[in-house]
């Protein structure tokens, strides 16, 4: 630590006063003359110059330029302010302090409301519970079908080892697809569902439009063996339920290369239906319905079902085209309802491969999977893919649309 002799300071700087005193050793300090690390505080300052006064009998009144008026003047200044800051923080001080009583005495006051309420707070009774009785709802069952494209062959290897299908696989999961409905029906205690109606929406063979797709199973395999497996099923349900099978085609289906507007049912899918109609021609308690046009309106407990596969040209998102399917569902139900003075409660779409529902005024857009799953035009051109399943759900005739499940087939 760096030594300082004052004196000398003092000395050298003219004998200064106690004021002067302190300037001049802030403007040397600041000039670099005193060490930086040499510190003295106005006191010390003053002290120091007072007894070097006693020591050179210099009478501070008596020198010429002492500003003791100055001097005193400061201190008062340095007193005010200490005085004014001290006073400010005593205030703060008691603000909190009423802050916090203020508190305690809410709190104190809650305590005893409590303490009040509880005292005529009288416990509930033991009741033990009367056996409810089981209730029984009536609702119709929808089982949607489509997108099977039976006959198409998927590659495991093209798909990462994600997803691999073939008529084979396509019979395996029609059979698991047939299981898990008898098991959700099974497992929906205190409904009674005396009534299925299987839609069917179509693209349910692979077709010959697509040359990549084209595989050993020819056309006409594709739809007599489809159309036997589907009757079968139809076939074990009808032991139970009463059923009605509606169905329209696809865009796989049609038998060319461009859309067609004009007979429609120039389709595969609508052979695959009419054999399914011919060979379950003997069960009393199903009925058919398989328009000639693209699409149809099917009553399910007193609401009106539009169904259409739904292949239709929109801008899309993740491979649905959300606002396109909206669009196009407003144009039709409002002509619809101009046509045949008709509100359509619920759509129900196919094509688009993923299970979704659209919420609109007075119903909802109800989109169908696919059994399939995800294929090489989706993994290679959209970037994504899908799982194979299809959907469930009930119809209530206060209510609508009800419960409703996803059918996974993998």
Known sequence: MSTFNFEKFWLDAGKPNQYEAEVEFKAQKAAGKIPEDVNLNRKAIRTAVKKLYAKYGINPKARTGVKQTELQERDFNDNFLELTYLKNQLKIRDNEIKRLSDMAACDYTLVRMFEESLERFEPV???????????????????????????EVVSSSAMLDSNAYDTIIARERLNKWYNAIRSILNKLN?????????????????????????????????????????????????????????????????????????????????????????RCQNLTNVTFNFPEAGMMIKEVNGYNFLLRHGDCKAQSFMGIPFYGIQ????????????????????????????????????????????????DEFALESMLTSCEAKQTIFGVHKEHGKTWQFDVHCN
């Open 327 to 374: 669009r196009a569902s407003s144009k039709i139900t409002q002509t619809i309802a101009y046509l045949k003075d008709m509100f359509i409660h619920y759509e129900v779409l196919g094509h688009f491969h993923t299970t979704n529902v659209l919420e609109k005024v007075g119903g909802s857009i109800i989109m169908n999977g696919t059994l399939k799953g995800g």
């Open 125 to 151: 009774p033991c009741i033990v519970p009367e056996q409810l009785k089981q209730k029984t709802t009536s609702e119709e069952v929808v089982i949607l079908l489509s997108d099977i494209h039976y006959g």
């Open 190 to 278: 205190g409904y009674n569902h005396k009534k299925i109606n299987l839609f069917l929406i179509g693209d349910m063979v692979n077709g010959m439009i697509h040359e990549e797709l084209k595989s050993g199973t020819c056309e006409v395999d594709q739809v007599l063996e489809l159309a036997e497996i589907i009757s079968n099923i139809i076939f074990e349900l009808s032991k139970e339920f009463d059923i009605d099978v509606c169905g329209v085609v696809g865009n796989h289906g049609r038998m060319t290369k461009k859309p067609s507007f004009k007979k429609k049912y120039n389709n595969f899918d609508y052979l695959v239906y009419k054999f399914i109609e011919v």
